[in-house]
């Protein structure tokens, strides 16, 4: 009976943790007119987010917002975002998953 229960206690603690989907960022409608807001570009031009890496996205966004990333249309959008809120749309289009198909 020991051999089981040690089993039991390795195997739930190997088991994969299945985190909780990142809430909706309160700042998502102005990204989303663009890059959609499952994170699949609705315009021309756009790059699809959905399912980048999210180090990549955060890292992108604060350079957008302190003009290291010259795109005016950008730094318009995220220049008045917070560290917190950079984070919260890291998180939600890191979490989306790309369209079939898509570029």
Not at 9 to 22: I, T
Not at 51 to 58: A, I, N, T, V, W
Not at 63 to 82: E, F, H, K, N, S
């Amino acid at each position: 009976m020991r051999h089981f229960t040690i089993a039991a206690v390795l195997l739930a603690f190997s088991a994969p943790v299945l985190a909780a989907p990142p809430a909706r960022p309160a700042r998502l409608g102005l990204c989303a007119a663009c890059h959609g807001e499952d994170g699949m570009a609705r315009i021309p031009g756009a790059p699809n987010l959905a399912g980048q890496k999210r180090d990549y996205l955060r890292a992108a966004l604060a350079q957008y917002r302190d003009g290291r990333r010259d795109i005016p249309m950008m730094r318009a959008a995220v220049g008045p975002l917070t560290d917190a809120e950079l984070d919260q749309l890291a998180d939600w289009f890191s979490a989306q998953t790309p369209a079939k198909g898509a570029p």
